[in-house]
């Protein structure tokens, strides 16, 4: 099936940034755009829920006049992410918003919900459903999603624990729908391999925490910068579900990243305080990939750098 326009028209790469908590907000997100890549915020990130509204307004106008001034290469369309879960109190109010302003994309997250799929639908948006396991991924499918992000071993934040060879794999047995993949993806190499093994596009996040437009403490940059891959922990320790986490964050706060005990899924809070430390905000998120990020950078000479790799790989390859 092909990819519809909204995911392809305007990109320089198949790559969709990735929603990033308290670290993504209209700067990031239109950084991200106008480099050629799909940008994305969390609407939580807006606060109060008010401020959504003025973010909604910011970005559309913002890109409006960005692409009446640069008619050749115009912008990527950006994208907001929902949190479907039950503990998410202000779903309807965002909701609505994204409705009000035509978010041309809407990530949906912990839980998949046809009512949230039909309001997006109702002005042409389109859904992408974030899934770790195929179960899963068949849910969003039959409640009414357009896509799904495969958010295999090695993603930032909230994470599955699946190789995103077999993710994909049981995936693409019985859905040939839009398919993104997550996880450990940090340059154009494991773009266009990712592209290999069925996914049609990455879905980027760790990289973008260390750029200059976005919404991180230059600590936290500088750990994205210094990390690798033995830096990340796997734990559901600070909300309740499996994520992958900084290890010298967890340290900072006074705690053994190595022996952090179980939670109780059932008692899942995404900003929930432990031993004085705050999930996100103190103890940060990262995916595997990270050693691939060398400084602290502009977006849009990250995306440059991922698109020099991207046609590199290719061209190695046609050799």
């Not at 042409?124 to 499918?141: F, Q, T, Y």
């Not at 994520?243 to 005990?261: F, Q």
């Not at 999930?279 to 000479?301: L, N, R, Y």
Request: proline share 6%; glycine share 8%; net charge negative.
């Amino acid at each position: 099936m092909a990819l519809p326009p909204v995911l392809t028209e305007r990109l320089r790469l198949p790559v969709v940034a990735s929603p990033l908590f308290i670290v993504s907000h209209p700067a990031l997100t239109l950084a991200q755009c106008k480099a050629g890549v799909v940008g994305s915020f969390p609407a939580l990130n807006a606060r109060p829920e008010s401020q959504l509204d003025e973010w909604l307004a910011m970005i559309t106008e913002d890109l409006a006049a960005h692409d009446a001034a640069h008619p050749k290469r115009p912008s990527a369309p950006f994208a907001v992410n929902q949190i479907v879960h039950t503990s998410n109190k202000r779903l309807e109010h965002d909701l609505m918003l994204c409705v009000k302003y035509k978010v041309p994309i809407v990530i949906s997250s912990l839980g998949a919900v046809p009512e949230v799929n039909a309001a997006v639908h109702s002005y042409g948006g389109l859904v992408l459903h974030d899934i770790i396991n195929n179960r899963h991924a068949n849910s969003a499918i039959r409640k009414g999603a357009d896509g799904l992000i495969a958010v295999a071993a090695g993603a930032g934040g909230h994470a599955g624990q699946l190789s995103p060879f077999a993710l994909v794999q049981e995936i693409r047995e019985w859905f040939d729908g839009p398919l993104l993949l997550a996880g450990a993806i940090a340059n154009g190499r494991a773009i266009l391999a990712a592209q290999a093994m069925g996914a049609d596009m990455a879905y980027i996040g760790s990289p973008f925490i260390a750029t200059e437009e976005a919404r991180a403490t230059e600590a936290y940059k500088q750990a994205i910068v210094d990390g690798a891959a033995a830096d990340i922990v796997y734990s559901n320790f600070f909300t309740g579900v499996h994520g992958n986490y900084l290890k010298p964050s967890i340290r900072a706060a006074g705690m053994d990243p190595d022996n952090l005990p179980e939670a109780d899924p059932s008692k899942m809070d995404f900003e929930t305080e432990t031993a004085g430390a705050k999930a996100w905000k103190d103890i940060w998120g990262s995916g595997q990939g990270i050693s691939a990020v060398k400084a602290i950078e502009p977006v849009a000479k990250l995306v440059d750098r991922l698109e020099a790799e991207y046609h590199q790989a290719r061209a190695r390859l046609a050799l």
